[in-house]
């Protein structure tokens, strides 16, 4: 990155004129910053952007979860401050599909859902059905 952002606080008195050297200290910590383009070289915005770190270079199955952000309307990103000499992942996804809104009205009595172990209730409680817009 460079420089690392440096403040402090000051007060100036009356008809006080101030002259301030700031030295800031070397910064360690790297940025990525990027564009996602489509096919026809357009950016995408909203497109989702997922940093992932690489514990073990060997394994690519040792990726942990940092976070996630969204491209803005010019299809730029930006992560940081990322830690020096660590192996990172960025996967995209980004679909340019036509997102039609689906009302669900399920049938009474129908009380089978897909669960999670810790969600023993969760479909007895009285779900209804909204609108996506």
Not at 37 to 46: E, F, M, Q, S, T
Not at 77 to 89: A, D, T, W
């Amino acid at each position: 990155m460079g420089a690392q952002l440096v403040k402090f606080k000051f007060t100036p008195k009356e008809n006080q004129q101030i002259e301030a050297l700031v030295k800031i200290p070397e910064e360690k910590r790297s940025v990525i910053h990027g564009t996602v383009i489509d096919r026809n070289n357009k950016p995408v915005k909203n497109a989702v952007v997922k940093l992932l770190l690489l514990k073990d270079p060997k394994n690519p199955l040792s990726i942990c979860s940092i976070t996630h952000t969204f491209t803005d309307v010019y299809g730029q990103f930006l992560f940081g401050p990322l830690c020096p000499n660590k192996c990172y992942v960025i996967k995209i996804w980004y679909n340019d599909v036509d997102i039609k809104p689906l009302i669900v009205k399920p049938q009474p009595g129908d009380s089978y859902c897909l669960k999670c172990t810790d969600c023993s209730n969760y479909c007895d409680e009285g779900i209804e059905s909204t609108t996506i817009s």
